[in-house]
């Protein structure tokens, strides 16, 4: 930033980093948020440059319709010039940033021509009346991905789902909800709070008696039932939120999972919460427990799409070989994970992915890899209302929930291990 850069062209210039590192480069938003706000040094302008990105990533298909309507030729997708209009616009459309600043913050981070274009072409698009959908469109490769997959009223769903960053969902550690909270209860344990609620300023929060973790995300280990100091193993575990459930529900629980950072987030749960697990930090490929467990819970590393309404930046950097070198390991995770559960014992499988290779593909080939193993059917009665399983599987789509805020994409499949296993 040079002394005669206006205020906030920092901010802008972060946030230009960041869309670059997502729709050029490939990476997830939050892992490339630091070097991208290296010149910040205060949080607000950290936040407002990450709000900035996943703004633009949540609108960037009507974003570049918008400049490609106004130039006499499509701009090239990694100049930038398109980036530097991306960031202008969505600001003047859809963060309510005034026009003229959100031009002015904008026009130092491109030089020489491109300059004089990103002003003519914001310029035209602010007289001309532009304005962004009520409803996103969603990319197109995504779209056509999921309109094949589940059919194009489950699109159009995500389309709307993306619109706005999800409401907060709250799991408590006990049956009974505490004292002092508010809002929507979709199932036991489960209370959902308007999006933008101050978490750390909720009554319970220091106590220990919640965490925030989307409903979808909580099915899971509910699936799994009560612990009655069985031993269970939560395979890639971290930040911990199935690990507080199943300790939460009487498991003993060994939490494992490769990433030493997201293990201390875990533990500081943990403590918050003061509940317990037996923490382990390896890879599950090469890990292996000393002897075989009651019951077993698969969260497996995915593409994350079903996480879309939170982390737009998936829907533009996974591709569908990423998808499938994905499945892939999440087949031999699932084959190695299997060798661990008693016979008679339970391993739920589950991905925050609404890809079916990634799902309902990953179980086919697991039945009929493992004679020893069976597809325990999850049941109506034991879902909340609003969601229903498929063939002994849950599938949760986007539209679930959407009268009540939505949910993530998410799947969840449930085997016994045959007593002769």
């Not at 890879?283 to 497996?300: G, S």
Request: charged share 25%.
């Amino acid at each position: 930033m040079t002394d005669k850069d206006p205020i906030g062209t920092a901010s802008r210039r972060a946030a230009l980093r960041l869309l670059d590192a997502v729709v050029r480069k490939g990476l997830p938003l939050e892992a490339a948020l630091d070097a991208a706000a290296r010149d910040l040094d205060r949080s607000d302008d950290r936040a407002f440059a990450h709000a900035i990105a996943a703004e633009a990533l949540r609108r960037l298909a009507d974003l570049d319709a918008l400049i490609d309507s106004a130039t006499r030729k499509p701009l090239p997708d990694d100049s930038k010039a398109r980036f530097a209009l991306r960031i202008a616009l969505v600001q003047a459309l859809a963060m309510e940033t005034p026009p003229h600043a959100a031009i002015s913050t904008v026009l130092p981070l491109v030089d020489g021509g491109p300059r004089k274009l990103v002003h003519g072409v914001f310029g035209t698009l602010m007289r001309g009346g532009a304005r962004l959908p009520d409803t996103p469109t969603l990319p197109h490769a995504v779209a056509e991905r999921w309109e094949e997959a589940w059919g194009s009223a489950v699109a159009r769903a995500a389309a709307r789902a993306m619109a706005a960053p999800p409401p907060i969902d709250l799991v408590f550690a006990a049956d009974d909800q505490p004292e002092g909270l508010e809002g929507t209860s979709l199932m036991p344990r489960h209370l959902r709070l308007p999006r933008g609620t101050a978490i750390a300023e909720l009554d319970g929060y220091g106590e220990g008696q919640w965490w925030v973790q989307d409903v979808s995300a909580s099915m899971p280990a509910r699936l799994l039932g009560r612990g009655d100091g069985r031993a269970a193993l939560d395979l890639c575990a971290a930040p911990g939120g199935k690990t507080m459930q199943l300790a939460s529900a009487g498991f003993a629980v060994t939490a494992v999972d490769a990433s030493e950072s997201r293990l201390a987030r875990l533990r500081e749960n943990l403590e918050r919460t003061g509940l317990s697990a037996t923490i382990v930090a390896g890879d599950v490929m090469k890990w292996e427990p000393a002897a075989p467990v009651d019951a077993i819970l698969l969260d497996a590393p995915c593409s994350a799409t079903g996480i879309f309404r939170r982390h737009p930046d998936v829907l533009h950097r996974v591709r569908p070989r990423a998808i499938a070198e994905l499945a892939e390991g999440q087949k031999a995770m699932l084959a190695r994970a299997a060798d661990w559960l008693k016979p008679g014992g339970t391993l739920v499988y589950s991905v925050c992915s609404l890809e079916p290779e990634e799902g309902e593909k990953v179980v086919a080939h697991f039945l009929a890899a493992r004679p020893d193993y069976v597809l325990d059917a999850i049941r109506l009665d034991e879902l909340p209302e609003g969601l229903r399983p498929n063939d002994g599987i849950l599938r949760i789509l986007p539209g679930a929930f959407e009268d009540q805020g939505g949910a993530d994409g998410f799947f969840v499949a449930r085997f016994r291990r045959n007593n002769g296993g």
